[in-house]
């Protein structure tokens, strides 16, 4: 690995990788940590799926706001979209097809995931974006290339979040749209920087739906 990030698996819940008929990789926001993002996985309350999470040096993917030029969050943005690539390799070598593997991320996790999904578009389980969006400044060119070939898209944010704006939102949503994504986008007013019930409950549908197509596959 290049950069100050691992891309080891730092924790993990629910069931082993081997048992489980969809994981979910797990992005911390910053100032936050493997284990903390992992707590969501007792909200989804489906131990069944297999939990995944990187670990940010220092509990940072990268050191400025995620609307500065790339170049002034390096060594540490691309640091960190290599570990979150090889978190993924990693699920997918113990046999998890990537149709199978949800992305999600919180607020600079949320970030990751969503720029990790457009740079390296394929079909994933899904792509679940917790109050962040593409990386970039305004007016950044987003000509990633590549399919997502109906990868299911969440998007949640609220409309005054402090440290996403919403137009970001939008855009994210335009261009994975464009890029061949089935996008859910949800704006909810005047609420703040964290996940609400109605998140978790979108979450909880699409691990459900995972899950049952898996067992029908095996029949």
Known sequence: MNGPHSGAIAASAGAPLAASGAAMVMIHGRGDSAAGILSLAEVFDRPDIAYVAPQATHNTWYPNS??????????????ALEAMGAVVDAVAAAGMARE??????????????????????????????????????????RDYG???????????????DAH????????????????????????????GHTVNQDEVDWVKGLLSELLQDSRHLER
């Open 100 to 141: 199978r593997i949800v992305l999600l991320g919180f607020s600079q996790g949320a970030c990751l995931a969503s720029e990790y999904a457009a740079r390296n578009a394929a079909r994933f389980g899904a792509v679940v974006a917790l109050s962040g969006g593409l990386i970039g400044p305004d007016g950044t060119t």
């Open 164 to 191: 996403i704006p919403v137009a970001r939102v939008h855009e994210t949503a335009d261009v994975l749209a464009a890029m061949g994504a089935s996008v859910e986008k949800r704006i909810y007013p005047n609420f």
């Open 66 to 79: 995620f609307l500065v030029s790339l170049a002034d969050n390096e060594p540490w943005l691309g640091s």
């Open 146 to 160: 590549g399919s997502l070939q109906g990868t299911p898209v969440f998007l949640g944010c609220s409309d005054v």
